[in-house]
């Protein structure tokens, strides 16, 4: 990926914290690994642990005993990665030991083959991880077998290496991101909450409203847009625990995976070759260019509601990103009077979808300049953008024309981490460069998220992609005219 951002733009654009490491080496670097053992590991486990240990160190990753990290009062620092390989009772549960539940990853390693067969559905092996993740209090499940071991991470994502002990660079491309890149959701420190104050009943939202029934529609058979796993009734260790993951997913009735938006139309200036007050530098084709950055907001899927089955009065709720003194602040409104039993929360993807809606208008301040006819500025101006996010990949086949691809070769984070908000900006700025080397007409990108699932942007409304995606046809669905 090229340095089209400066990294202090990225982080004061979306927020992230100015310590994220983007680069497996940073990540590398910066990883604070702790052992945790169970009071009794079998042979193998103690095998695989002690080869885990050895290639962490081959990288430069130091691997403190709990001896070492723990402090006077008996707590993990926050930062660290601890890893917990065997089965405790719950007074030695590691989630016992941390200061708030945000600050450590937790990583489970068990020797047993993963709870999941090759005949499981997307949905049922999401089931099966989420259980186990609540049952253990774990974030990360790693399952140790004599032939194989496997990650588990909770986005849902499984991945197999065919080797008894994990092998270096396994670790590093793999395993390493996963342990760097924590999945939180929102906060309300995070952005500004107005309840409330998305207005449901206007000819405008009517039309975006049918554009995501449609696509809920045209989506609703298809295996890899996960649903909904609930928090009721997983085999929690007691009803203090259960409190803890209620805690965890701020209060969410359970989690979905997947996500439907629509960026609002958004008009913005061209890209200009000096700089001034309020432009934002994007290294582009060997020039820099400087972006005016205009307010942008969207329409997106509420947190945990079935995307499968959408109540547009209930499940859709508005965020964006204000811009003060280059500093982006998200923010997000509720839906007026939506039913008193129906929690508006952010998605766990906020940050990932503002920072697609951002770079889309970054893309189309500079089409403005370098290429005055492309189409994108003025769809964008006139209608938005639509996104789509689920977790599979296209085929080729599916591919749209004018939409260009990019992320296969990043770090494998989960969506909903401050890295993934980051890849989702940088890459569509990669994406515009092939376009313009091209000479091909830019109409959307597509951002592949190894080990997690795909997002796809661009001018196609959401019912349009949900037809390219889920070819059968539905009906009473149809496209708007554009």
Known sequence: MNNSISSGSLYNLLGIPLDTPLSIGDMCGRLKPVFYPAPALSARLEQFCNALVAVMQSLGIAVCSSDDALSEDGRFAPGQVILAPGYFPDERLAINRVTTLYNNIIVGIYDEPAPLTCDSSPQQRLDAIVGRLARDMVHILVYVTDRSWTICTMNGGVVTFDTQYPLQGDVR?????????????????????????????????????????????????????????????????????????????????????????????????????????????????????????????????????????????????????????????????????????????????????????????????????????????????????????????PSSFQLPEGYFLHGESNPPVACSTPQSAAYSLLGKIDALEVALEQGAEYRGDIHVEPNHGTNIMGIMSLAETAMLLNPSPSPGVVTEER
Request: proline letters at 6%; a neutral charge.
């Open 173 to 393: 491309d793999t395993l390493v991101p996963k342990l760097t890149a924590q999945v939180v959701p929102p906060r309300a420190e995070d952005l500004d909450i107005m309840q409330g104050e998305l207005n449901t009943g206007t000819a405008e939202f009517e039309v975006v409203a049918t554009d995501f029934m449609q696509c809920s529609a045209l989506w609703s058979n298809n295996v890899s847009l996960l649903t909904h796993t609930s928090t009721i009734g997983l085999d929690y260790r007691s009803a203090f625990y259960q409190r803890i993951v209620a805690r965890y997913l701020d209060q969410r009735s359970g989690m979905s995976y997947g996500f439907f938006a629509s960026q609002r139309p958004v008009v913005v200036q061209p890209a200009r070759l000096s700089a001034g007050a309020g432009l934002i530098p994007v290294y582009l084709q060997g020039g820099e260019y400087f972006v005016p950055v205009p307010q942008i907001s969207v329409i997106t899927t509420r947190s945990g509601c079935r995307k499968n089955h959408l109540d547009p009065k209930n499940d859709l709720v508005e965020i964006g990103l204000m811009f003060r003194e280059g500093k982006g602040r998200a923010w997000l409104k509720t839906p007026a009077g939506n039913s008193p039993e129906t929690v508006a929360k952010p998605s766990f993807d906020t940050l990932t979808i503002l920072a697609h809606a951002l770079g889309n208008a970054l893309v189309a301040s500079i089409l403005m300049t370098l290429n005055p006819k492309s189409d994108f500025p003025s769809h964008l101006a006139r209608f938005g953008a639509s996104m789509t996010h689920w977790h599979d990949y």
